[in-house]
């Protein structure tokens, strides 16, 4: 008999076995239960969509087709994600980097930016009442609460002071003119929300993680992901590379510069392809160009944590086909920072979490990445020259340590008393509630909005984190686990220092950040967990039950 079908029918005999244990009364139990969720689902389906309707109709007569559509799904996603808040995490993680394809087909409208919070938010609601009820943190880690407390105290004082003052008291920067019609408190909000607003994916990754198979499924499903997403990057640039998708080709004067939402290629948003001019950003499938080299640079990370420790070779090879991928993306998608970083992290990878010695498993995947690069770069030899001239061509004209210097001296002679120019002024999704600046980098970005003793607070909250983090990972023994949290805990090292630009702010680091804190506290448990079991049934074979999430 084929082992497959030995491993169905010994998992068939081991429920058939546990279902004739239970005694009659705990079979009446068990279907009572299956039938009280299965009421309690149509119940909350019928109400949902009774309610997106009602909603819909309601606002189609207000705002036409394009707010009802978006009000009656969010209704009924987010009755969803409340009710069953770990699916809802699960469809938040798949949907993000899908996000900037979804919003360009169905239209884009700055509701459809926030459409992945309609999983998050309601689900992290229903953790907190959960957690409330069972009497378990909701704050995690512990010992980040005095960071924590003391950086939410400078940025009320900065939205008392700072936003509430502009509210009350409107003054415009040009003598005689009317002050511009502006929501500082509204900015306010929204800033602080773009600071911490996904902080609490820490809680979230881990009590959505019970056990070792939870965590296993998370890494695969990320590794999944990039492989998608790193796939359809690649038919992206072929389809630009064979006249399928025109790109900038046939615009004229600085278009021929600029990325177009005009110009996309079926994936993603805005696009620049000018291969007259000699410069292409591809957005893969993201909003924005940007975005897509700073996933790139995040799913380094994630690809090798899996590729380098799952405990499976079919995995494992996954995991390296997928980071080979990335590299693949980082070359072609014209975007020098993500050209730069991602071969920088790999390296920084390999020599901190010990995998040097173990890089042959990469060499057949390198050599086959060797091929393929060397074969474009002899039929395409001036994108290759072009990738290189842009990428030392603005190390040349701005070093990065030069713009990031001045970044912070302009942040610095903005200063307006002690708790900066306000929450949101420097923060992009902003700009619809009033003016903003442009700062591109994130802590000059943080010195401009919360001033010198918020920013010191920010700062004082990652270095916390970052060195629990460490502890959490040095305690771990399993090689396996220990390994992935060392991926993790260099990710975090990296983001939470990292000046130049400010990924921090925008997706996906926004949420990879926080959520991969919360995935290498987990693991520390787990790894507990793994080595009483083992403990157990090498000595008297007792079974031992695992402690339950929230989220079960």
């Not at 003391?150 to 003598?175: D, H, R, Y």
Request: contains cysteine; charged residues 15%.
């Amino acid at each position: 008999m084929p082992k497959s079908k030995k491993k169905k029918n010994s998992g068939k005999q081991k429920s058939n076995s546990e279902t004739a244990s239970l005694t009659i009364k705990e079979r009446l139990a068990q279907k009572r239960q299956i039938a009280r969720n299965r009421q309690e689902f149509t119940n909350l389906l019928i109400t949902a969509i009774f309610g997106g309707l009602f909603l819909g109709i309601t606002l189609f007569f207000v705002g036409g087709i394009k707010a009802a559509i978006p009000a009656a799904l969010g209704t009924i996603i987010m009755s969803f994600s409340y009710k069953y808040p770990r699916l809802a995490l699960y469809a938040f993680i798949i949907y993000l980097p899908f996000a900037g394809t979804v919003i360009y087909y169905i239209g884009s409208s700055a509701v459809l930016q926030l459409a992945k919070d309609a999983f998050y938010i309601p689900a992290l609601i229903g953790i907190w009442q959960i957690c409330r009820k069972q009497r378990l943190p909701l704050i995690l880690p512990q010992g980040i609460k005095p960071s924590l407390f003391i950086f939410l105290g400078l940025c009320m004082l900065t939205f008392l002071f700072a936003n509430g003052m502009q509210q009350l008291n409107p003054v415009s920067a040009e003598l005689f003119q009317k002050a511009p019609q502006e929501l500082p408190i509204g900015m306010g909000i929204l800033g602080l929300k773009v600071l911490l607003g996904y902080f609490p994916l820490i809680t979230c990754a881990y009590y959505l993680i019970r056990n070792q198979k939870d965590f296993l499924f998370i890494s695969r499903l990320q590794v999944s992901l990039i492989l998608i997403c790193c796939t359809l990057g690649l038919i992206q640039y072929l389809l630009l590379l064979a006249g399928v998708c025109q790109g900038t080709r046939d615009a004229t004067g600085d278009a021929l510069f600029k990325a177009s939402i005009d110009a996309r290629c079926y994936f993603g948003g805005a696009l620049l392809y000018s291969p007259s001019q000699g410069v292409i950003r591809l957005p893969g499938t993201f909003v924005a160009p940007w975005q897509w080299a700073w996933f790139l640079i995040s799913s380094t990370f994630f690809a090798f944590a899996t590729g380098f420790s799952d405990p499976t070779f079919r995995w494992r090879t996954i995991g390296l086909v997928s980071l080979a991928l990335v590299f693949i993306n980082a070359a072609i998608s014209g975007q020098r920072i993500a050209l730069a970083l991602v071969p920088a992290c790999f390296l920084l990878l390999l020599i901190i979490t010990g995998k040097i010695g173990d890089l042959k498993r990469f060499i057949p995947i390198m050599i086959g990445l060797a091929i393929i690069l060397g074969v474009a770069v002899i039929n395409y030899p001036e994108i290759a020259q072009e990738r290189i001239d842009s990428l030392f061509g603005r190390w040349e004209a701005s070093p990065p340590h030069e713009f990031i210097v001045q970044q912070f001296e302009d942040s610095w002679k903005e200063q307006r008393g002690f708790f900066g120019r306000g929450l949101g002024r420097a923060t992009n999704s902003a700009r619809v509630l009033g003016k903003t600046r442009l700062v591109e980098t994130y802590y000059p970005k943080l010195l401009y909005e919360i001033g010198l003793l918020g920013t010191l607070g920010f700062l004082a909250l990652v270095t916390t984190l970052t060195v629990i983090c460490f502890g959490k990972y040095r305690r771990i023994k399993n090689p396996n686990f220990r390994s992935y949290a060392a991926a993790m805990w260099v990710f975090i090292l990296f983001i939470s220092y990292n000046t130049y630009y400010y990924p921090l702010d925008v997706d996906p680091v926004a949420v990879y950040y926080w959520f991969a804190a919360g995935v290498l506290l987990k693991l520390s448990v787990i790894d507990k967990q793994e080595k009483i079991l083992e403990n157990s049934q090498s000595t008297k074979r007792k079974r031992i039950k695992r402690p339950k999430s929230i989220l079960s």
